[in-house]
Nanobody, 122 residues
Framework: QVQVVESGGGLVQAGGSLRLSCAASGSISSISAMGWYRQAPGKQQRELVASISSGGGTNYADSVKGRFSISRDNAKNTVALQMNSLKPEDTAVYYC???????????????WGQGTQVTVSS
């Protein structure tokens, strides 16, 4: 069984910082990309915040460039999102995902965490 678990959300004032962490565990053969998405209040779709490949290549949403930084530890199957200069519009539930191969299945699939709330007050 594969699990993806986030931690580190909370309440912070505008201009502050938070660090989100995510760990994938279980019957994992390999992980290609890992990333963070968010779903803001009242919005139906999740949007990409940042992603990182197994080789370290990164991709960011324009709205977070220069403020957020994604990093990854391939040996531990973890990914982190450092969020600085937070704004009220960053308020959302943040979800971690991992595209990985469960060795019991043998095919790549996207796994999601349960989400962690980030609230930025003005």
């Amino acid at each position: 069984q594969v699990q993806v678990v986030e931690s580190g959300g909370g309440l912070v004032q505008a201009g502050g910082s938070l660090r989100l962490s995510c760990a994938a565990s279980g019957s994992i053969s390999s992980i290609s990309a890992m990333g963070w998405y968010r779903q803001a209040p009242g919005k139906q779709q999740r949007e990409l915040v940042a992603s990182i490949s197994s080789g370290g290549g990164t991709n960011y949403a324009d709205s977070v460039k220069g403020r957020f930084s994604i990093s990854r530890d391939n040996a531990k199957n973890t990914v982190a999102l450092q969020m600085n200069s937070l704004k009220p519009e960053d308020t959302a539930v943040y979800y971690c995902n991992a595209r990985l191969i469960d060795y019991r299945v043998g095919l790549p699939r996207l796994y999601w965490g349960q989400g962690t709330q980030v609230t930025v007050s003005s």
